[in-house]
Protein backbone atom coordinates (compact mmCIF):
# COMPACT_ATOMS: atom_id res chain seq x y z
CA UNK A 1 0.00 0.00 0.00
CA UNK A 2 1.70 3.33 -0.99
CA UNK A 3 2.70 5.66 1.46
CA UNK A 4 2.93 8.61 -0.74
CA UNK A 5 0.44 11.68 0.46
CA UNK A 6 -0.49 12.13 -3.64
CA UNK A 7 -1.22 8.67 -4.18
CA UNK A 8 -3.39 8.11 -1.31
CA UNK A 9 -5.21 11.04 -2.06
CA UNK A 10 -6.51 10.14 -5.30
CA UNK A 11 -6.86 6.64 -3.96
CA UNK A 12 -9.26 7.85 -1.46
CA UNK A 13 -11.13 10.11 -4.48
CA UNK A 14 -11.39 7.36 -6.85
CA UNK A 15 -13.17 5.27 -3.58
CA UNK A 16 -10.00 2.08 -3.95
CA UNK A 17 -9.85 0.53 -1.04
CA UNK A 18 -7.03 2.86 1.14
CA UNK A 19 -5.47 2.09 4.99
CA UNK A 20 -5.84 5.31 5.53
CA UNK A 21 -7.73 7.57 3.69
CA UNK A 22 -6.31 11.31 3.10
CA UNK A 23 -8.53 13.56 2.08
CA UNK A 24 -7.82 17.80 1.06
CA UNK A 25 -10.72 20.18 0.93
CA UNK A 26 -10.00 23.55 -1.09
CA UNK A 27 -10.06 25.66 1.98
CA UNK A 28 -6.98 23.62 3.11
CA UNK A 29 -5.21 24.08 -0.12
CA UNK A 30 -5.90 28.00 0.72
CA UNK A 31 -5.12 28.00 4.18
CA UNK A 32 -2.00 25.76 3.41
CA UNK A 33 -0.57 28.81 1.43
CA UNK A 34 -2.26 31.76 3.67
CA UNK A 35 -1.44 29.88 7.70
CA UNK A 36 0.17 26.80 8.18
CA UNK A 37 -1.17 26.58 12.04
CA UNK A 38 -4.76 28.04 10.68
CA UNK A 39 -4.49 24.82 7.93
CA UNK A 40 -3.81 22.46 11.07
CA UNK A 41 -7.02 24.17 13.04
CA UNK A 42 -9.24 23.52 9.89
CA UNK A 43 -7.93 19.81 9.51
CA UNK A 44 -9.35 19.72 13.13
CA UNK A 45 -12.56 20.83 12.47
CA UNK A 46 -12.65 23.75 15.15
CA UNK A 47 -15.53 25.84 14.54
CA UNK A 48 -15.13 28.56 12.31
CA UNK A 49 -16.48 32.20 13.85
CA UNK A 50 -19.01 33.17 11.48
CA UNK A 51 -19.70 36.67 13.43
CA UNK A 52 -15.93 37.64 12.40
CA UNK A 53 -16.56 40.87 9.91
CA UNK A 54 -14.31 39.82 7.92
CA UNK A 55 -15.65 36.09 7.72
CA UNK A 56 -19.54 37.41 6.77
CA UNK A 57 -18.14 40.10 4.34
CA UNK A 58 -16.04 36.84 2.67
CA UNK A 59 -19.17 34.81 2.61
CA UNK A 60 -21.70 37.39 1.77
CA UNK A 61 -19.66 38.26 -2.07
CA UNK A 62 -18.93 34.48 -2.66
CA UNK A 63 -22.81 33.81 -2.36
CA UNK A 64 -23.95 36.63 -4.32
CA UNK A 65 -21.00 37.10 -7.11
CA UNK A 66 -22.42 35.43 -10.59
CA UNK A 67 -25.06 33.51 -8.82
CA UNK A 68 -27.30 33.96 -11.51
CA UNK A 69 -24.31 32.06 -14.10
CA UNK A 70 -22.70 29.68 -12.27
CA UNK A 71 -23.49 26.22 -10.83
CA UNK A 72 -22.11 24.49 -7.33
CA UNK A 73 -20.65 20.82 -8.27
CA UNK A 74 -20.02 18.46 -5.45
CA UNK A 75 -17.37 16.02 -5.98
CA UNK A 76 -15.51 13.84 -3.34
CA UNK A 77 -13.92 15.71 -1.18
CA UNK A 78 -14.14 19.51 -2.84
CA UNK A 79 -17.03 21.39 -4.20
CA UNK A 80 -16.75 24.11 -6.54
CA UNK A 81 -18.76 26.62 -8.96
CA UNK A 82 -19.06 26.22 -12.94
CA UNK A 83 -19.64 29.01 -15.27
CA UNK A 84 -22.17 28.83 -17.59
CA UNK A 85 -19.08 27.96 -20.41
CA UNK A 86 -17.96 25.18 -18.53
CA UNK A 87 -14.81 27.27 -16.49
CA UNK A 88 -14.23 26.70 -13.18
CA UNK A 89 -14.90 30.12 -11.05
CA UNK A 90 -13.58 30.69 -7.45
CA UNK A 91 -14.90 34.12 -6.59
CA UNK A 92 -12.94 36.26 -4.04
CA UNK A 93 -13.36 39.54 -2.40
CA UNK A 94 -9.92 40.33 -2.83
CA UNK A 95 -7.08 40.39 -4.91
CA UNK A 96 -5.06 40.63 -1.34
CA UNK A 97 -3.97 36.78 -1.15
CA UNK A 98 -3.99 36.35 -4.83
CA UNK A 99 -1.56 32.52 -4.45
CA UNK A 100 -3.72 31.24 -1.88
CA UNK A 101 -6.48 31.88 -4.13
CA UNK A 102 -4.83 30.82 -7.24
CA UNK A 103 -3.55 27.54 -5.69
CA UNK A 104 -7.32 26.87 -4.53
CA UNK A 105 -8.37 27.15 -8.14
CA UNK A 106 -5.71 25.28 -9.61
CA UNK A 107 -6.16 22.39 -7.27
CA UNK A 108 -10.03 21.79 -8.12
CA UNK A 109 -8.40 21.89 -12.02
CA UNK A 110 -6.02 19.29 -11.13
CA UNK A 111 -8.50 17.32 -8.98
CA UNK A 112 -10.98 17.15 -11.94
CA UNK A 113 -8.24 16.33 -14.48
CA UNK A 114 -7.03 13.31 -12.06
CA UNK A 115 -10.13 12.29 -10.46
CA UNK A 116 -12.41 12.69 -13.23
CA UNK A 117 -10.58 12.95 -16.45
CA UNK A 118 -12.15 16.12 -17.21
CA UNK A 119 -10.19 19.31 -17.98
CA UNK A 120 -11.46 22.64 -17.83
CA UNK A 121 -9.97 26.09 -17.43
CA UNK A 122 -10.64 27.91 -14.40
CA UNK A 123 -11.20 31.65 -13.79
CA UNK A 124 -10.17 33.79 -10.21
CA UNK A 125 -13.21 36.20 -10.10
CA UNK A 126 -12.98 39.53 -7.27
CA UNK A 127 -15.99 41.37 -8.64
CA UNK A 128 -15.32 44.39 -6.22
CA UNK A 129 -12.55 44.88 -8.20
CA UNK A 130 -13.95 44.47 -11.31
CA UNK A 131 -11.53 41.87 -12.17
CA UNK A 132 -10.86 38.75 -13.27
CA UNK A 133 -7.94 36.28 -13.96
CA UNK A 134 -7.73 33.14 -16.04
CA UNK A 135 -6.16 30.33 -14.59
CA UNK A 136 -4.47 27.19 -16.65
CA UNK A 137 -3.27 23.75 -14.91
CA UNK A 138 -0.04 23.88 -16.14
CA UNK A 139 3.15 21.44 -15.87
CA UNK A 140 4.16 24.18 -13.35
CA UNK A 141 1.08 24.30 -11.20
CA UNK A 142 0.84 20.92 -11.19
CA UNK A 143 3.89 20.13 -9.77
CA UNK A 144 2.68 22.67 -6.93
CA UNK A 145 -0.62 21.29 -6.67
CA UNK A 146 1.06 17.96 -5.64
CA UNK A 147 4.04 19.34 -3.23
CA UNK A 148 1.12 21.11 -1.93
CA UNK A 149 -0.60 18.02 -1.01
CA UNK A 150 2.57 16.52 0.61
CA UNK A 151 3.04 19.66 2.53
CA UNK A 152 -0.54 19.49 3.93
CA UNK A 153 -0.14 15.67 4.83
CA UNK A 154 2.95 16.74 7.00
CA UNK A 155 1.21 19.65 8.78
CA UNK A 156 -2.33 18.07 9.56
CA UNK A 157 -0.67 14.62 10.74
CA UNK A 158 1.36 16.58 13.41
CA UNK A 159 -0.36 15.93 17.12
CA UNK A 160 -0.11 19.84 17.58
CA UNK A 161 -0.82 22.98 15.56
CA UNK A 162 2.73 24.82 14.13
CA UNK A 163 3.11 27.89 16.36
CA UNK A 164 1.22 31.37 15.95
CA UNK A 165 3.45 33.42 13.40
CA UNK A 166 1.97 37.18 13.15
CA UNK A 167 1.19 38.04 9.87
CA UNK A 168 -0.98 41.44 8.84
CA UNK A 169 -4.60 39.57 8.69
CA UNK A 170 -4.59 37.56 12.40
CA UNK A 171 -6.74 40.49 13.40
CA UNK A 172 -9.60 39.64 10.98
CA UNK A 173 -8.45 35.31 11.60
CA UNK A 174 -11.39 33.22 12.89
CA UNK A 175 -8.99 31.37 14.81
CA UNK A 176 -7.47 34.66 16.28
CA UNK A 177 -8.55 34.19 19.66
CA UNK A 178 -6.76 30.80 19.95
CA UNK A 179 -3.38 32.37 18.96
CA UNK A 180 -3.26 35.82 20.60
CA UNK A 181 -5.43 35.69 23.77
S1 LIG B 1 -4.50 34.36 13.92
FE1 LIG B 1 -2.74 34.51 12.52
S2 LIG B 1 -1.32 32.90 13.22
FE2 LIG B 1 -3.32 32.44 14.11
S3 LIG B 1 -4.29 30.99 12.71
FE3 LIG B 1 -4.97 33.05 12.13
S4 LIG B 1 -3.55 33.78 10.55
FE4 LIG B 1 -2.61 32.01 11.58
Wanted: with cysteine; hydrophobic share 35%; charged share 30%.
Amino acid sequence: MTTDPVDRLLATARGEPVDDPFRVTGVMMQYYFVCKRELWFESRDLEIDRENATVVRGTRVDETAYSDKRENLHLGMISLDLLDDGRVVEVKPSSALTEPAEMQLSYYLWYLDRVADIHREGVLAHPRERRRESVELTDERIDKVESAICGIHSIVTQPSPPPAEEKPFCDSCAYHDFCWC
